[in-house]
């Protein structure tokens, strides 16, 4: 039996689009812990998956990247958006 398309969960799709972002901007996981008031190893291990950051704390994150939670939860985050977001600024 075929096991079904995998899914992503709001954990994965936030995990990947912080990581996304991040990156995009060029920010180091410590800048991001340092604005969101969050260890950068806690940043890490929410770019792993390898933890459930809190509602506030994800928010926290979003934030620090110049986001709101609610964009980075988007299963089709889109990345042109991003880049049409930092032009318009």
């Known amino acids: 039996m075929k096991k079904p398309p995998r899914t992503l969960t709001a954990k994965r799709t936030f995990s990947q689009n912080i990581g996304l972002v991040r990156r995009i901007k060029n920010l ?11 260890h950068r190893t806690y940043i890490g291990q929410i770019e792993r998956g390898e933890v459930t950051p809190t509602l506030d704390a994800a928010e926290r994150v979003a934030h620090a990247l110049g986001l709101e939670l609610w964009e980075v939860l988007q299963p089709d985050f889109s990345v042109d958006a991003l880049v049409g977001q930092e032009r318009k600024q």
């Open 28 to 38: 180091s996981q410590e800048a991001i812990g340092e604005k969101a008031d969050l």
